[in-house]
Every structure is written in C-alpha cells, then in structure tokens.
C-alpha cells in the first residue's frame, strides 16, 4: 500500500513535470524483459529536457530513486523497489548525425542506433545491433557482443554525477572494462553519448547486421523473457560451457530455468518470481564451484526490497 508522502510526491511530480508519464504502484515485470519485479512506489517516464530538473528535485526531497533504460539486465526483486523509478525510453531518444559521428540519447535503443549508423552508411555498431538495450544501460555496463564493445565506439559521454554537475567524460575517464563502467562504483547518470564511427558500406553493413540477428536467433533463446548472458564470463572460460559440462542445461526452480538452447541464459518460463532465479543462481554457482572450483558472478543487475 503507497504510503502517503509518496501520493503527495507522485501529484507534485506530475503538476511540476506535465510532459511526464508517472504511475503509482506500477509493477515492474511490465518494464524488464526478464518480465519479473514487484511494484514501484513511483514510475516516472520523464521527457528528455525533464531529466535533470527531476533527478535535482528528487534529492532535494530526500527521496531514493534509481535510473533505468530498457531494463534489458535487471532482476527486480518480487517486493519491487522503494521510492521512484526512472525510466529513460521513448521519450529520450533522439539521435542525431553528423559525417561519421553519432550524438544519441540515453533512453535510444542499441538496435535502432544501429539501424540509423547502418542508413547513414556508418559502419561500427553492427555488434549492437541485436543487443535488447539502451544507450545509457549500454554505456554503464560497458554492453558488448560479437567481439565489439561499446567503449569501441564512444567519443565522448555526457553524464550528470551524483553531486548533480554535468560531465564530458571519456572511455578512459570512465573505466571501461569487460562488463564495467566506473559508474557503478561512482555512481552518476548518462544523459547521452557521442559515437565515433567510419564510413563504410550501406549494404555490407546491412548484410552483417543481418548475420547477427540470425546468429542470435540460431543460438538464444529469445522465444522466452530472459535478462541475456545471466553470468559473467570467467577469465578463461565461458559460463555457458562450464553451466553445461555441469549438468545444468534445463535446471529449473519453479519458473526460472537454465535454457536449454543456451546455458549462459536464464529464462523466465512462466510466471517466475525473482526468488526463483535468485535460487537457481546460486544452486548453478554452486554446482560449478564444486565441479570446477570456479565461481560465477551475476552479469545480470539485482535491485529491489529484500533481496538476498
């Protein structure tokens, strides 16, 4: 039950932010594509020019909030998450061009910039092309696939810190590594990013997106909600090798299972419950650490009230 500060805030914020979309209670499996979490206090989908007003006048209230984009790597706890959610999406999505340079929003989406470097004839993000995330999720987390990463391509980022100064930052200032940014320490938000890309050509570019997709179709199992890759790749393994040499394919607990067409995924089979995948991960480490002595870390973001 929302309490009553939080129904003053959400009328506050949508006399104070009109071009916002905000929900009380919304629950958050409508907005992972693990289709899995309990209710938010507040969701906020925020225009592009709201973002930083919001975040300033959020602190200012003192109220905990969290920044997501597509909620492409989230596993949102069955109790959901206290205070307000930011949902950077289709209204903070713009993306420009320019020669061979990109400027682009947080809230756009890997594929669709993809699709636009491709139109343009920029070569450079076909690895992203079938990645189910946005820009600002793929900058915090360093998203790769298809031997590309995106601190490949990135320019510049621009990013509002936690002490509410905005930012040009680099790869380099950020940390980029396999799977990490700096701002997951630091904390801080990506506003928008610029792409540094080449010229190449449109339908070879085309072409090689299209061979992506097929590959990912081919291999994941993308006929079920799932967050991606659930574990990091070990140095000198790969999750899903070592997840199969265990015996794990098709490991279930209640709704959750280890895929059957690919152990690096963990999907949503009907109607899982946080608490599930959160049971299988730890059974599937487990198993692993006893076979092979070697740990699995989550790739996947854990969020919300009382997780364990």
Known sequence: MLNE????LAEDITKKFPGA???TEEPMKGHTTFRIGGPADIYIEPDYASIIPLVQYLKEQDVPFMVIGNGSNLLVSDDGIDGVVISLGKNSDGITISGDT???EAGAMLSSVANAAADAGLTGLEFASGIPGSIGGAVYMNAGAYGGEIKDVI?????LTEDLEKKVMTAEDLHMSYRHSSLMEEGGYVLSAV???SKGDKE???AKIADI???RVAKQPLNFPSAGSTFKRPEGYFAGKLIDDAGLRGYSVGGAQVSEKHCGFV???GDAKAADVLKLMKDVDSKVFEMFGVHLSPEVRIVGRNIH
């Open 5 to 8: 500060k939080y129904h003053k």
């Open 21 to 23: 979309l905000v929900l």
């Open 102 to 104: 990109m400027v682009v």
């Open 155 to 159: 320019e510049s980022v621009l990013v």
């Open 195 to 197: 792409l540094k890309l």
């Open 204 to 206: 070879e570019i085309k």
């Open 213 to 215: 997709r097929e590959q």
């Open 267 to 269: 999907v949503n089979k």
